[in-house]
């Protein structure tokens, strides 16, 4: 039913939580991040449990303890405290993952949520200020360009803020752009907004609404998954590109930008299913035609170019090898779970839907 595709995967990345996490150049650091207990904060704490000290925040403490397997005591270089604990030490960079990703839950907070991104975010730059020497990563979302899919998004692109009619305001897009502009406005720090489009991991909601997770529930429970004809293109990155993220802050001495966090190659909705069938085994029926239509596909809001105009930073996986490599994880978490634990509602991960975990 679907055509053969040269997937590319090589299996670059087994063991690359254990074994390459100190070519990042994060050896001896300090680093703080907030919402440590989202997707992508406890991804990226796991991807990071290495030479470093981690200082992991978050609203459910005793929860995220569980959730990474981490005793009140344990032998991992991190220590778990809630949020309001944030400020009381010195580190090298703190990491900003605070705010919800899960499409309901955004649409749940409505306006609150420029409320919330506005509190954690100054409370991120009165840190800066009283640690100047600090440096800041926060993780933003391609909402930032608005909702338009009908093409790839561009350096001239521009949100449109219905200013008479505040019920239609974007509130999400519209958080992340106040909080950039504040970022720019403070030329003497260093502040990297790391936009993601796209992100897997093998902590993904398989009961969720995104495309992934009905592929991995059709994985996990063996019941062919039922689509519709209709194409889109999609990029995703996992925990150590972000990691990646955090080795070069570290190892830069100075910057002040935003960029674009996509993978050196987008993926189809016809190739992801070609390619999970043949790896992983996946069995589909198109529910309304003998295939997957491959004219006028909707378009991730990315630009492909910007992550790779940072000097010596440069995503290595495609979207292929990610979706590969973190559904197999996946399953094999979810083939050694008794029973799934539920991501913590308000603190899931950076994202939007079409985005964030498919």
């Not at 309001?84 to 990703?101: C, I, K, M, Q, W």
């Not at 909702?147 to 521009?158: G, I, L």
């Not at 198109?286 to 105009?309: C, F, K, Y």
Request: charged share 25%.
């Amino acid at each position: 039913m679907f055509d053969a595709y040269d997937t590319g995967c090589k299996g670059r990345f087994p063991g690359i939580f254990e074994a390459e996490m100190t070519d990042r150049g994060i050896s001896g650091a300090r680093i703080a991040i907030l919402g440590a207990g989202g997707q992508i904060g406890r991804g990226l704490a796991e991807a990071l449990d290495a030479d470093c000290r981690l200082d992991l925040f978050t609203e459910r403490p005793g929860r995220l303890r569980t959730l990474l397997g981490v005793a009140e005591k344990g032998e991992r270089a991190a220590e778990i405290s809630h949020t309001s604990d944030f400020g009381r030490d010195a580190y090298d960079l703190v990491v900003n993952a605070a705010l919800p990703g899960d499409p309901k839950v955004i649409r749940g907070l409505g306006a609150e949520i420029l409320y919330a991104s506005e509190a954690v975010d100054n409370m991120t730059l009165a840190y800066l200020n009283q640690q100047p020497r600090c440096k800041l990563l926060f993780l933003s979302t391609g909402a930032i360009y608005g909702n338009a899919y009908n093409r790839p998004a561009e350096n001239s692109d521009a949100l449109t803020i219905p200013v008479n009619q505040s019920e239609k305001t974007p509130c999400y897009p519209l958080a992340k752009i106040v909080a950039e502009a504040k970022h720019r406005a403070l030329v003497s720090r260093s502040i990297l907004d790391v936009r993601v489009f796209g992100y897997l991991s093998k902590e993904l909601p398989i009961a969720g609404g995104y495309f992934l997770s009905e592929i991995a529930n059709s994985l996990i429970s063996g019941k062919p998954l039922q689509i519709n004809r209709q194409n889109f293109l999609r990029d995703y990155i996992g925990p150590p590109e972000i990691a990646d993220c955090v080795g070069y802050a570290l190892n830069t001495p100075a910057f002040n930008r935003a960029i674009d966090l996509v993978s050196p190659e987008a993926i189809s909705k016809r190739r992801i299913l070609a390619l999970v069938c043949k790896r992983l085994g996946l069995r589909c029926t198109v529910s309304d035609a003998a295939d997957i239509d491959e004219d006028n596909p909707d378009w991730p809001r990315q630009l492909s170019n910007r992550a790779m105009e940072m000097p010596g930073f440069e995503p290595i996986r495609p979207s292929s090898e990610v979706i590969i490599d973190e559904l197999s994880r996946c399953l094999t978490l979810h083939a050694n779970l008794d029973a799934q634990i539920s991501p913590a509602p308000g603190e899931i991960t950076t994202g939007v839907q079409h985005g964030t975990c498919g």
